[in-house]
């Protein structure tokens, strides 16, 4: 409904959106320090506002980190499985989205299908945040830029990131940002895998360097991020042949070696170690993924305020 303010692509928070809510999220969790995780925070902006999450999909980081995050807004959610609902026995999006705006808050949805998050965003009374779908994963990306520049010390415009592996639903999501934050993109992927085009396309025009190709090196080469993600991505077929087009994509020690000396790892888990990356990358000084995980929780928290016309 038009007024509502939707988190279903990066996007939708426009370039001095997607800064606040970064900057807002480090800001909170810096005045949270020393806290217990369940504590609210001081101000506790959402206090007796309820957040209903729905899963389609299995979840570990996204079900707890909301959970937690509406915890210490000082608010109250609920978890949902689809299957559960009259949404797995055929109700429409459309009347899922009318009957739960009249019950909470906000909606958070992890779905298989983007058209069907779209599908409810156009039909729902309250706010709605992507929790992950098919297109776009941008939870995950605002986690990603916020943990980049705590590591790092400095913003993300003008550093270089290099994706290697899948051009998948987080790829589209890293792509959106450096359209947003001006930070060039380096993208390496198997032929057959790129990216989504007009993801792409949209960074461009803003001005965003992204270049993909199909070699690892010249992707990782002096990058001071190198991400990547799981080669078989929830609801993908697992094959062999996919499996030998990704295999000279791991992330090593001889690939992180050719990123800039202080570069750091992400990835946004769960890994399949000893195939897109090895444990001694994960579990290495340069790898910032338990940070990123964490910050899931900080980062989210923004996007809801943000949502709920809390954070301008």
């Given at each position: 409904m038009a007024g509502l303010r939707h988190v279903l692509n990066l996007s939708d928070l426009g370039p001095g959106g997607l800064r606040r809510v970064l900057d807002h999220?480090?800001?909170?969790?810096?005045?949270?320090?020393?806290?217990?995780?369940?504590?609210?925070?001081?101000?506790?902006?959402?206090?007796?506002?309820?957040?209903?999450?729905?899963?389609?999909?299995?979840?570990?980081?996204?079900?707890?980190?909301?959970?937690?995050?509406?915890?210490?807004?000082?608010?109250?959610?609920?978890?949902?499985?689809?299957?559960?609902?009259?949404?797995?026995?055929?109700?429409?999006?459309?009347?899922?989205?009318?009957?739960?705006?009249?019950?909470?808050?906000?909606?958070?949805?992890?779905?298989?299908?983007?058209?069907?998050?779209?599908?409810?965003?156009?039909?729902?009374?309250?706010?709605?945040?992507?929790?992950?779908?098919?297109?776009?994963?941008?939870?995950?990306?605002?986690a990603d830029l916020m943990t980049v520049e705590e590591r790092l010390g400095r913003g993300v415009e003008g550093m270089v990131w290099a994706w290697v592996g899948d051009g998948n639903n987080v790829c589209n999501s890293t792509i959106e940002a450096a359209g947003l934050l001006g930070f060039t993109l380096r993208i390496a992927c198997p032929h057959g895998h790129e990216p989504d085009e007009g993801f792409v396309a949209a960074a461009r025009a803003r001005g965003a360097d992204i270049r993909i190709g199909h070699s690892p090196e010249e992707a990782v080469a002096g990058a001071d991020v190198v991400v990547t993600d799981t080669w078989v991505s929830m609801g993908q077929a697992d094959n062999d042949e996919r499996r030998r087009a990704f295999e000279p994509f791991q992330v090593d020690p001889m690939l992180m070696a050719q990123a800039s000396a202080g570069a750091i790892f992400l990835h946004c888990l769960p890994a399949h170690r000893g195939e897109e990356v090895t444990d001694s990358v994960i579990d290495g000084p340069q790898s910032a993924v338990w940070d990123e995980a964490a910050n899931r929780v900080h980062a989210q928290k923004a996007l809801l305020l943000w949502a709920l016309g809390k954070l301008d």
């Amino acid at each position: 409904m038009a007024g509502l303010r939707h988190v279903l692509n990066l996007s939708d928070l426009g370039p001095g959106g997607l800064r606040r809510v970064l900057d807002h999220a480090k800001a909170r969790k810096a005045a949270r320090r020393g806290l217990p995780h369940g504590a609210p925070d001081s101000d506790a902006p959402l206090a007796g506002h309820v957040l209903a999450s729905v899963f389609e999909k299995p979840s570990t980081r996204t079900r707890i980190s909301f959970e937690i995050a509406m915890r210490q807004l000082g608010g109250s959610a609920l978890t949902l499985a689809a299957g559960d609902m009259q949404l797995g026995r055929g109700e429409t999006v459309a009347d899922t989205a009318r009957v739960m705006s009249g019950f909470v808050d906000a909606v958070m949805i992890r779905a298989n299908s983007h058209a069907d998050v779209e599908a409810f965003a156009r039909n729902a009374a309250v706010p709605l945040v992507n929790g992950l779908t098919d297109m776009s994963h941008p939870c995950q990306i605002a986690a990603d830029l916020m943990t980049v520049e705590e590591r790092l010390g400095r913003g993300v415009e003008g550093m270089v990131w290099a994706w290697v592996g899948d051009g998948n639903n987080v790829c589209n999501s890293t792509i959106e940002a450096a359209g947003l934050l001006g930070f060039t993109l380096r993208i390496a992927c198997p032929h057959g895998h790129e990216p989504d085009e007009g993801f792409v396309a949209a960074a461009r025009a803003r001005g965003a360097d992204i270049r993909i190709g199909h070699s690892p090196e010249e992707a990782v080469a002096g990058a001071d991020v190198v991400v990547t993600d799981t080669w078989v991505s929830m609801g993908q077929a697992d094959n062999d042949e996919r499996r030998r087009a990704f295999e000279p994509f791991q992330v090593d020690p001889m690939l992180m070696a050719q990123a800039s000396a202080g570069a750091i790892f992400l990835h946004c888990l769960p890994a399949h170690r000893g195939e897109e990356v090895t444990d001694s990358v994960i579990d290495g000084p340069q790898s910032a993924v338990w940070d990123e995980a964490a910050n899931r929780v900080h980062a989210q928290k923004a996007l809801l305020l943000w949502a709920l016309g809390k954070l301008d």
